[in-house]
């Protein structure tokens, strides 16, 4: 809180005495700001089960020619989307039901698998149409097995996208886990920066607040697997 305000019964107040520069008098045409900060909470109550939001109003008395007066805004609402967490990973060994095999590091022209897997929560909404993708280059190839326990998992040999979709996932406290078995094979030097999976896009929907949602996770490179 700036100026000198201070929170009191769920309001922020100000007054000539805390900021006796901007509220002791007013001229004409005159405006003053005033400002503060607010932090949502990561996780949603549990007994929260509406549209969250922040609701403000202005309410200013002052004296104009010695007489009271009063006046409010208008009431400013503001949504609070879902906080999602998502990433993408790689992995060799201890991936579960999924195992890399082949060497590791790879060697130039000879195929080796990893376990990729893409990883949602926790959340703090209900999310709907959710949608997972990645496109797959030249020097990755599609194993057909997978692991997951929600949603559809695809491969589109024509256009080399792998994806995953579902049209509902309840707010997940813990991690839900979508993984995949890719071969990669190329023919150049490898190095730490060779990229595996590259650059994964998710949309979802809030379903509390009806607003679609775009995230991003970084490439995952040869340096990022153990």
Known sequence: IKDNGIFEGGSVIWDASAAPKKLTRLDPGETQAFQFTLTTRTLLP?????????????????????????????VLATKILANIEFDALGAYKDAGKLAGSGPHPPLPGQETNYVMVWQIGPTSSELKDLKISAVLPGTLSWKNMTDYAVGDLRYDAATRTVSWQASRVPK???????????????????????????????????????????????????????
């Open 46 to 74: 549990a007994e929260i089960d509406s549209l969250p939001q922040i609701t403000a109003q202005a309410k200013l008395r002052a004296k104009l020619n010695d007489q009271e007066v009063a006046a409010e805004s208008a």
């Open 172 to 226: 997940l406290t813990e991690l839900m886990k979508i993984q995949f078995l890719l071969g990669f094979n190329t023919k150049a030097e490898v190095t730490n920066s060779l990229v595996i999976l590259p650059p994964t896009d998710f949309t979802a929907t809030d379903a509390l607040a009806g607003e679609t949602l775009e995230l991003y996770a970084d490439a995952v490179q040869l340096g990022d697997i153990k």
